[in-house]
């Protein structure tokens, strides 16, 4: 093995902040359960960039059965960035001491444009990875193939040389197919010990 390419939500990071989820809701003034569908609805176009900030957050809130108002596209944009910027102490380690035991490291994940200029600067550490894959950036979203092979030829490795945890099990699916191996995350304890018996050596 050459590299590991970790997901970044609820891999890299920790779950969607709640206080956040809630603050987009009432934004819009609607309640938490019809926001969360509208939401989620019409996000793989959002990260795939087939959709702007502006066009999304107008069809979240014509789904949630609001006016949209464009006003408030900006609050939602910064809210949205701010709920998936929760860094998990217990993984932000891991780059840097894989990298210092001779592997590559690289982030394929599906987000939008707005979201992965907010982690991006925020995060210092994720542009110090060897690769970073987006789906924005691609048009195309896990668990499309296209993404798994855009990182590997950034890392320039074959699929055999990787191993991918993801949270995700039709994104773990598609990189197996490729040949990646490939683990759903569960904890940051699961995947040392699978790292572990994958490389027949401790690196984390």
Known sequence: M?????????????????????????????????????????RQAYDAAELTAAEYWHLVAERSGVAADPASVPQLARSDARSWARRDPAMTPWPRRLKDSGLKVALASNMPLEVKTYVVRRFGWLRRLDWLTFSCDLRVTKPDARIFQHCLGGLGIQPRDALLFDDR?????AAESLGIAARLFHTAQEAAAELEQLCSRRLI
């Open 2 to 42: 050459k590299a590991v390419i970790f997901d970044y939500g609820c891999v890299l990071s920790l779950p969607q902040d709640g206080g956040e989820i809630r603050k987009m809701a009432g934004l819009l003034g609607v309640g938490l359960d019809r926001f969360i569908g509208a939401y989620w609805e019409f």
């Open 169 to 173: 099990s039709e994104n773990v699916s």
